[in-house]
């Protein structure tokens, strides 16, 4: 491909962090080759998260073309996005930061919320490996992706590679920066909900939740799961010092859909998306939240926290 990766970081950081824009299975099939020889020529292992037909698609690519690569369904270890950055920073870290990623975490037919939460994780990409000497590329279906989705690649990659050519991304900003959820709100309940301020203790609050119709879809186990999650999003907002806090529930097709409403905020962006020390007193939360549920949105500001849980029935 032509012209020189860049890196927008800090002065002398390797970090390279690449969004791949494919119009057609051609343009992936070139750039997965190249991704592999370039890596095979530094010696360097790959980690590729895809989703079903490019994992396939890629297997078949790696008979002598690198000694060392991880294959992961993206469809599985990415349904929560949340949950991919833990496992992407264990495989830099393990190869002392000098490895390769590719990561695919938004596709064609996954839902708008599903690829804003990725997007978000895009970004946080940018401030976690920074200065290390990983290189990671994310591909994105440029013929069947919406438009903002596609923006947004934009906001959230210092490099795009289009057309075979690299350049910068038009709109990149600081990962850190709250203007991404600002951009895309959480989007309004489709049908009935019910509410639960947090009056009481959280043990009043627990019952009331499992006692609530809209859990009645869910297996036992997936309702202890939930209950336990809006316990831990309710304990987190007490814990930092809201005076309010209110849990919504209601199902959106196939899941049971809860948020968590405070008036505290989290300042900490990667918080839950790595797993606390063993003996950390704090923390752990939003961790356990991340790994419960099927998908997490977070929006949180001056304003308060909103945290929006998603389990599935089945």
């Known amino acids: 491909m032509a012209d020189a990766r860049t890196s927008f970081h800090s002065p002398g950081a390797a970090f390279v962090h690449e969004a791949l824009v494919y119009r057609d299975e051609a343009e992936f099939d070139a750039a997965m080759h190249e991704f592999l020889q370039e890596a ?6 790959v980690l590729f998260a895809l989703p079903g037909r490019h994992l396939d698609q890629v297997r078949g690519m790696l008979d002598g073309a690198t000694s060392d690569a991880r294959l992961e369904d993206a469809e599985q270890v990415g349904r929560n996005p949340s949950r991919l950055l833990e496992m992407i920073e264990e495989w830099v870290a393990s190869h002392d930061g000098h490895a390769r990623v590719v990561s695919e975490a938004v596709w064609p037919g996954r839902r708008r919320a599903e690829a804003v939460e990725a997007l978000r994780h895009e970004a946080l ?3 976690a490996l920074a200065g290390s ?43 850190l920066s709250t203007t991404f959820g600002e951009l895309r709100p959480l989007e309004d309940p489709t049908g009935p909900v019910s509410e639960h301020p947090l009056d009481g203790s959280l043990m009043e609050l627990r019952q009331a939740i499992a006692d609530d119709p809209a859990l009645g879809s869910l297996s036992a186990e997936r309702r202890s799961d939930l209950v336990f999650a809006i316990n831990e999003a309710a304990s987190n907002a007490v814990r930092h010092g809201s005076t309010t ?14 948020e968590v409403s405070s008036g505290s905020g989290i300042p900490d962006v990667m918080a839950g998306r790595r797993r606390p020390a063993a003996d950390a007193l704090h923390g752990r939360g939003l961790w356990l939240i ?25």
């Open 40 to 45: 095979a020529a530094a010696g360097e292992p």
């Open 125 to 127: 990409v940018n401030h």
């Open 133 to 175: 000497g990983a290189t990671v590329m994310s591909p994105f279906d440029a013929e069947h992706l919406e438009a903002d989705i596609l923006a947004g690649i934009e906001m959230t990659h210092p490099t795009v590679v289009e057309g075979g050519r690299r350049r910068a991304g038009t709109s990149y900003t600081d990962p």
């Open 245 to 258: 806090c209110m849990t919504r529930i209601w199902h959106e097709g196939d899941e049971v859909v809860s």
């Open 290 to 314: 991340n790994q419960l549920c099927d998908l997490v949105e977070l929006r949180s500001g001056t304003s308060g926290t909103t945290l929006r849980m998603h389990i599935k029935e089945h």
